[in-house]
């Protein structure tokens, strides 16, 4: 994490806290969660289909229920834990191969539900982002999209990974401009506001 001496100590001042604290914290980001962070390739992206495919499935499940001789509060009871959306019955995720691989990415559908995408480490970052992209594509296809046409499989799916990069990059680019503090006065003034601290 980037972040200067003089912002650590003005985080401890205005929250009257240890700056020991402050640095420990600091420690963990970049040394336990940055790694993860930087293996979560399109994490927004990930995680969109992943819920399109699981309300999908829930909307399924529901109406299957509804058609079982259970109890009305069987049913009730059923229904609440599918339609939690806390409920992933898709989980998608994202690994490194391994071992040394030939290939460059490959997606496994999981029999019991949801999806494995392993990819080589080694790529560059742009090239692993657009990889995949590439493989989300052909969960997109096979779970979400109205797209009948598997002729041209492998090319939908590359489509498919291109728009999804012009979008996150566009992302970056240009709609998190509202979401970047301009400062850590600006961050500790919220701070201030949100969490009633003076």
Avoid: W
């Avoid at 604290?21 to 940055?34: A, E, K, R, T, Y």
């Avoid at 009871?77 to 959306?85: A, E, H, V």
């Amino acid at each position: 994490m980037n972040i200067l001496k003089k912002d650590i100590d003005k985080i401890s001042s205005n929250l009257k806290i240890d700056t020991d604290i402050v640095n420990n914290i600091i420690n963990d980001f970049d040394n336990i969660l940055q790694p993860v962070i930087q293996q979560n390739y399109l994490s927004h992206l990930v995680s969109s289909i992943e819920t399109i495919i699981n309300e999908k499935i829930k909307e399924k499940l529901h109406n299957e229920l509804i058609k079982t001789d259970r109890t009305e509060e069987e049913i009730k009871q059923k229904l609440y834990l599918i339609d939690t959306k806390y409920f992933r019955v898709f989980p998608i995720l994202l690994k490194p191969f391994p071992t040394e691989n030939k290939k460059k990415a490959i997606c496994y559908d999981i029999k019991t539900g949801g999806a494995i995408i392993l990819y080589d480490k080694n790529m560059k970052d742009t090239q692993k982002r657009l990889l995949i992209a590439h493989e989300l594509g052909h969960l997109y296809l096979k779970y979400v999209s109205t797209i009948k046409d598997k002729k041209e499989l492998e090319k939908i799916v590359t489509v498919f990974g291109i728009l999804a990069i012009l979008d996150k990059d566009d992302f970056y680019k240009n709609r998190t401009k509202d979401l970047i503090s301009k400062s850590i006065d600006e961050i500790l003034s919220n701070a201030r506001v949100l969490f009633k601290f003076n």
